[in-house]
């Protein structure tokens, strides 16, 4: 900057608030400096930047890598993320919330943010009985979580809306005229799939439906194992007419399910998901699902951190739910006049190779 002061005849202090755009600076100026900065071959700095003002520019991402990395729902969170650090001096670095140097209560990892590691921290889809929220909220460092509504209410968090989606897919299912409705859950240790299964119960007492427990089954937000329960509940003396699959992927599982066991969907079944994954429209039937706004999440999340890194004092805290969106395919119709029983091929429901191409 020494260099480019001579070159133009301006002090450091100008040429500093040109480069950084910061201050006031004439726009004529601004362009006499960056001139003056091409022809020097002037780069940022960004190590100096970041010792002189004492920040890393990362923001830390945590998320259980086993099963949520490589994921649609992950990755568009993550590109919802980086469109809204564009343009920023920001970056992103991953932590793995379920790696061995990461413990529940998140105390190891909470050593690297006190050494500023981090400036500050997304948490992607904790468990219900994960505490390291709590153990980050307690550092005073910039934090939001994603895709979890949290009791703790001092924690900002941006979550989509899990009870009203899913009370909104009964409410669909029951007014094409289902009564014999089951559901596929995504286990106990998720909030999403706790609020789900809860609004899919209460839905159905709001119409004065039974809830058949026999036909509630956790799916742990497998395809493979969706498979194998929807086999079991398809193949019973009474079976449901339609099936609600707290995921897509779930839904995927049924839908084999349905083919082995040759009952047309939606004919003779109809199958509902949640999320709206990428291949949910080719699947065959196309799947009818709850879409969630995935990259909005991560953009409000990421958003709502800098807002606060480029403030002097902590914003009020966010607990953001977003809408869902009800998408109609062909994979639900009203249910048949007469349920047939299934008469299950044990050899097709043992073949290797069902749902490989999930």
């Known amino acids: ?8 005849g301006l002090s450091r202090m100008t040429v500093s608030r040109a480069i950084s755009n910061t201050g006031y ?20 700095n960004s190590l100096a930047r970041q010792l002189s003002s004492n920040r890393t520019c990362l923001v830390g991402v945590i998320a259980p890598f086993n099963w949520l990395v490589g994921t649609y729902y992950f990755g568009q969170i993550m590109l919802g993320i980086q469109q809204a650090l564009s343009g920023t001096s920001y970056h992103v670095a991953l932590f793995d919330s379920q790696s061995e140097d990461f413990d529940n209560d998140g105390h190891k990892c909470a050593n690297l943010c006190r050494q500023r590691r981090v400036d500050g921290l997304i948490v992607i ?29 001092s924690i ?50 709001a119409h004065s439906l039974p809830v058949n427990e026999k036909w509630i089954v956790q799916g742990d937000y497998e395809v493979r194992k969706a498979f194998h329960i929807a086999v079991d509940l398809l193949t019973r003396e009474s079976r449901p007419t339609a099936i609600f ?35 949910s429209a080719e699947c065959v039937p196309p799947l009818t699902t709850m879409a969630q706004p995935m990259k909005q999440l991560g953009q409000v999340a990421a958003s709502y951190l800098l807002g606060w890194l480029n403030s002097d004092d902590e914003p009020s ?7 869902a969106r009800l998408v109609i395919r062909a994979s639900a119709q009203a249910p048949p006049q007469n349920v047939q029983p299934v008469v299950p091929n044990q050899r097709s429901i043992n073949a290797k190779d069902v749902s490989a191409r999930r």
């Open 1 to 8: 900057m020494d260099d480019i002061a001579r070159e133009t």
């Open 25 to 44: 600076c004439s726009e004529q100026t601004r362009r006499r400096v960056l001139a003056a900065a091409r022809k020097l071959d002037y780069h940022v």
């Open 125 to 153: 889809a904790p468990g219900r009985n994960d505490r390291f929220p709590s153990t980050f909220a307690g550092l005073k460092m910039p934090l939001v979580v994603v895709g979890s509504s949290l009791r703790e209410q």
């Open 156 to 205: 900002s968090y941006v979550d989509v809306d899990n009870y009203g989606a899913a009370s909104e897919m009964t409410h669909y299912l029951v007014r094409l005229g289902h009564k014999d409705i089951g559901f596929l859950g995504g286990g106990s240790d998720r909030r999403d799939a706790a609020s789900r299964e809860q609004a899919f119960r209460r839905t159905l007492r």
């Open 245 to 279: 699959a707290a995921n897509d992927l779930m839904a995927y599982g049924v839908l084999d399910a349905a083919k082995v066991l040759r009952l047309n969907v939606p004919k003779d079944l109809s199958v509902v998901g949640f999320d709206d994954l990428e291949g």
């Open 317 to 323: 805290t966010m607990h953001n739910k977003l809408g």
